[in-house]
């Protein structure tokens, strides 16, 4: 499985961005999805996913009610929609697939199968 992800850029604080993930090559639609951030000198943390069974969705504490994180099967694409961003929120964005058809979403890197090769998202005062 392949996955493209886009939509970072530079945006001032408060502003909001939505990025996109598309997969090719397998059964996304039976996978979770998940997108993960790494800023310059720290881990990479989770930030949300989606399961596919269901459809319930996960996030991160400090993204809450900022963030909302969809997926559209029919198109293989998961969506990240990010509001009233903050400096904080400054990172490479990486999506991330679980094949496991697990029945919720883990916020474990080394749960996920499959990445993309991110996309910068910059955040501005």
């Known amino acids: 499985v392949q996955l493209q992800a886009s939509g970072g850029g530079l945006v001032q604080a408060g502003g909001s961005l939505r990025l996109s993930c598309t997969a090719s090559?397998?059964?996304?639609?039976?996978?979770?999805m998940g997108w993960f951030r790494q800023a310059p000198g720290k881990e990479r943390e989770f930030v949300a996913a989606?399961?596919?069974?269901?459809?319930?969705?996960y996030y991160r504490e400090s993204v809450k009610g900022r963030f909302t994180i969809s997926r559209d099967n029919a198109k293989n694409t998961v969506y990240l929609q990010m509001n009233s961003l903050e400096r904080e929120d400054t990172a490479v964005y990486h999506c991330?697939?679980?094949?496991?058809?697990?029945?919720?979403?883990?916020?474990?890197?080394?749960?996920?199968?499959?990445w993309g090769q991110g996309t910068q998202v910059t955040v501005s005062s």
């Open positions: 989606v399961n596919w069974r269901d459809g319930s969705t």
């Open positions: 090559g397998g059964t996304s639609s039976r996978y979770t």
């Open positions: 991330t697939a679980d094949r496991s058809h697990r029945t919720w979403a883990s916020v474990r890197r080394a749960t996920y199968d499959y």
